[in-house]
């Protein structure tokens, strides 16, 4: 990546996620929500790529972009009653949640902008991620790698149990 | 290949909930009593797997049994064999889904068995996943029930929330240090914050940060004040078995997640940043909890705030860390001690209201009153679990508030003056019910009370721990204290 215009784009990117992810709590027609939520996650995307993480950031455009988002426009639109009307999706704590978020965002810049980050300049960020990502699955996360799919399948029983009618 | 021997009860458990799984789907019987046998068989040869297995360090610290692991293991198997043999009324009102319930109990105690064996984030991370996934779904499993199902969205949504807040911490403590692994973390974060305490007297801030996420997170889990807003809607509407096993196995599972976390990777920072925020929300979980309960006039919202209160009992011997001499037992270890004498009081006292429930119908408070005069048996074993439960001696819950209070009072004096005041509020609530069951002078509808043979194994046997922990202490202490060393303080 060129690194002369990258923190133009990391900008563009971040302000893309930041309004679209507002859009996505704001808005009243759902599938207006999920087509903004597409925008979301293809704007993160970008950004896994500008720091180099080709795998990760393919992985977010299939499985999030793709698979996910793919899902939930299809449950939307299978769902007779919810596509095309609008849903109002704000209750009275709306001003306690904006001093919160607000409040959050303001400690959180000053707390990390005033942190000395131990950030290591002379590493070399590897052409291609993937091999090294496989290993380290295969080898000291494997662990954690075997316990997802248990995860996996105690939510697939999870989801046919209270989807199945009786 | 490395020695699988430490992992042994982990993934048996695991097969075993397929084997119930597939022994549910292929078997529609009536009362689902061999699923229930078949599912506490598979916890006791568990429980004997654990010390067979023994300990060990496997794949470089994502797996790691010591007897720290051990001890909340066999917590967290116990949780779930009284749970299981409390369900026998519940499997009658199911009309399907038995195996599967029972297969969900068993993948997530493999969970917390597996979040009690780890020094490193991200497993500890999965692990909490696995544990509370199934859990979502168990709370929602009275599908004719509006309240369960409330139950189970509201724990569903707070717990996505409360998991996102944690995995904000730990990525700023990642971002920190540059590993996920929580031995390295430790030493890397001191060489970090002292020449940036020294140098320009500032407090190392994204640490700061990390470490209010990730209190905030672990105490959702724990039903801290103010992270407690779920919990008492929950219990209320899930199933009662596992409204049990979420107040006494959920809340291990939080209780061991946060003693790893804290303990191995942030002893140091426990006197700057976190000893104070804790020990002011054990004392808001014991003020919140046991002034709301006595408001309370359904028994499973206020054995909910009982146990809000009980969250934060514990909390007390978290925060606190021996400093300069050691006299045992310090705090460390009485924070085990406390879980296993809770376990017994807390699936005691829900087995109580589950033989109540099944005999009469009803969750309210006034509704036990004359219940000695029918029921006599009943009455009494309940008065025992709540008489531990409100920490009368001889039983466990004495002995196990004793030695809390004994470990906080070096350096949290004022928070040991609040535990004892709330205490005794706790007994006012925890009396009542007793007034109801012996002293009541109105007239009493209630007839006998029949019970099913698993729910009468769970009763005598917590109530065999209840007594047999408050009068002999000390195997139960000595194992405590020798668990503990494995942390660096």
């Given at each position: 990546m060129d690194s002369a215009i990258a923190p133009y784009l990391f900008y563009l990117f971040s302000f893309v996620v930041v309004v679209s992810g507002l859009l996505v709590v704001t808005l009243r027609d759902i599938f207006h929500c999920a087509l903004f939520l597409i925008l979301c996650l293809f704007s993160v995307a970008g950004i896994y790529v500008l720091l180099g993480a080709d795998f990760i950031a393919a992985v977010q455009v299939l499985?999030?972009?793709?698979?996910i988002a793919v899902l939930m426009i299809f449950a939307i639109m299978l769902t007779a009653k919810v596509s095309g009307i609008g849903i109002k999706q704000q209750n009275e704590q709306v001003p306690i949640a904006i001093i919160t978020t607000v409040a959050f965002v303001a400690i959180a810049l000053y707390g990390l902008g005033k942190t000395i980050w131990n950030i290591k300049t002379d590493v070399a960020i590897p052409d291609n991620t993937t091999m090294a990502i496989g290993k380290l699955l295969m080898t000291t996360y494997v662990v954690p790698f075997e316990i997802v799919s248990v995860v996996l399948l105690a939510a697939l029983i999870g989801a046919i149990v209270i989807a199945r009618r009786n | 290949m490395p020695d699988l021997r430490p992992m042994l009860p982990e993934l048996f458990l695991f097969a075993w909930a397929i084997v119930v799984l597939l022994f549910g789907i292929s078997r529609k019987e009536r009362s689902g009593d061999s699923l229930i046998y078949l599912t506490l068989v598979g916890l006791v040869i568990t429980g004997i797997l654990v010390p067979i297995a023994g300990y060990g360090n496997l794949f470089g610290g994502t797996f790691v049994v010591d007897k720290f692991a051990a001890f909340f293991q066999i917590v967290f198997l116990l949780a779930a064999f009284f749970a299981v043999a409390s369900s026998h009324e519940l499997m009658k009102k199911l009309s399907a889904d038995r195996g599967e319930f029972f297969a969900l109990i068993l993948l997530s105690t493999t969970g917390m068995m597996l979040l009690a064996s780890t020094l490193e984030l991200i497993t500890l991370y999965v692990s909490l996943e696995l544990t509370t996934i199934p859990l979502f779904v168990l709370a929602a499993?009275?599908?004719?029930q509006l309240g369960s199902s409330e139950a189970g969205l509201k724990y569903l949504i707070l717990g996505a929330v409360s998991s996102a807040i944690l995995l904000y911490g730990i990525s700023l403590v990642y971002g920190l240090t540059?590993?996920?692994?929580l031995q390295p973390a430790m030493s890397r974060l001191i060489e970090q914050s002292v020449p940036m305490l020294l140098a320009?007297?500032?407090?190392?801030m994204a640490l700061v940060m990390a470490i209010v996420m990730m209190v905030a997170g672990f105490g959702f889990k724990l039903a801290l004040v103010p992270f407690h807003m779920w919990a008492p809607d929950v219990y209320e509407g899930a199933p009662t078995p596992i409204t049990s096993f979420l107040s006494v196995a959920s809340k291990g599972a939080g209780v061991v997640a946060i003693a790893r976390v804290f303990y191995t990777a942030l002893p140091a920072f426990h006197d700057v940043h976190w000893g104070t925020l804790v020990a002011v929300l054990a004392a808001a979980a014991m003020i919140v909890g046991n002034i709301t309960a006595v408001l309370q006039s359904n028994i499973k919202r206020m054995l909910a705030f009982s146990s809000i209160a009980h969250a934060g009992y514990v909390m007390v011997g978290f925060v606190a860390l021996p400093q300069g001499s050691i006299v045992p037992p310090y705090g460390p270890a009485s924070l085990l001690f406390y879980m296993m004498a809770y376990l017994f009081a807390n699936m005691g006292a829900f087995a109580c209201v589950i033989a109540f429930e099944k005999n009469y119908g009803s969750y309210q408070?006034?509704?036990?009153?004359?219940?000695s005069k029918n029921s006599p048996g009943l009455a009494i074993i309940m008065t025992l679990f709540l008489l531990s439960l409100a920490g009368i001696p001889p039983l466990a819950g004495f002995m196990a508030k004793y030695y809390v209070f004994l470990a906080g009072w070096q350096q949290f004096p004022w928070l040991v003056i609040v535990g004892l005041l709330t205490s005794v509020i706790a007994l006012f609530y925890y009396a009542n019910i007793i007034m109801q069951m012996y002293f009541s002078r109105g007239e009493t509808s209630l007839t006998k009370a029949h019970y099913d043979r698993p729910l009468i194994l769970t009763l005598i046997l917590t109530a065999v721990g209840t007594v047999a922990v408050g009068i002999y202490p000390e195997p139960i202490l000595r194992f405590a204290t020798e668990a503990v060393k494995v942390f660096p303080f």
């Open positions: 499985l999030y972009v793709g698979a | 499993y009275r599908k004719d540059g590993t996920t692994f320009s007297g500032n407090v190392n408070i006034k509704d036990y009153q004359g219940l």
